[in-house]
């Protein structure tokens, strides 16, 4: 196949364009500035010389997005998701492309009812979640053919800016406490696992106009999932810790602090962040399995131990 993949220097997009190209498929790479000459069998590109070129492809796998990060502007994951979805779509329609657009779970939002599965309404909390709410929508009315994949957190080597490495530094230096009795749950897909089924979606048939959940199929306890990580880098963690409101308003405190510049550099503690490890979420993956008889099959413990041997802490 011929693809072209956007966001291919970011975490995500990478890794599905090193599988695609390992793979023998013919990839277009774009990136905010292309270098001189093919690298690792992709073809580099920016928007702008992709946007140029009239030669016919298989697919675009869209995959570059403003991710969830703090600090960035409420205003800027719509203004920037959306026109580059939008430019997406017409790129996929001149060169008679499927669109295969890289969404988020953070289209569901925390609902209270789990787990949850494609049927669920749209409630997505914050400004991320409501661009990829939006880009869906453009995509599903562009007349376009297209697939939409709905990753959960994703982790592993090569991420610098994510969740779990995050977690993994914090827990290295100690510096990293449960939320109460640590009983949510998060459920993660490894990157690898990721790329592999975005590239099974874009060849086949039986995903053309859907959308489906990416993730492993089990939950884990934000407690053990701590524990399991202070294991890999050596590290003791108290199973338990200060109470969820507890650490609430020491969040709040650190956002009033870096509101009138107190501090510098990223909060400890933020509500977001709270929110992510302390509200529990579960998913359903039937449809991904129906539609491409697989799944993500990278166990936590193998994907933990990869993640933290990258980051040079196991």
Known sequence: MRVLVTGATGFIGRAVASRAASGGWKVDGVQRSAPAGPSQAIRWLTLEQSEGDAEPLDAVIHCAAVRHRHGVPESEYGRINLSLTRRMIELARKRGARLVDVSSIAVYGWPRTLPIDETRP???VGPYGQSKVQAEQLVRAS???????????????GDTNGMIDKMFRMIARGFFVVPGLGSSRVQLVYVGDLARIILEATASKATLGEAFICTHRDPVRVGDLVQRMASIVHRKIPPVGPPT?????????FELAEAVHLMSGEPPVTREKLATISVDRAYRIDKMRKLLATEPTTSLEEGLRRTAEDLGLA
């Open 122 to 124: 749209y409630q997505p």
């Open 245 to 253: 409101a507890l650490l609430r308003l020491a969040g709040r405190v």
């Open 143 to 157: 007349g376009v053919p297209f697939t939409i994949v709905q990753p959960s957190i994703t982790y592993g080597p």
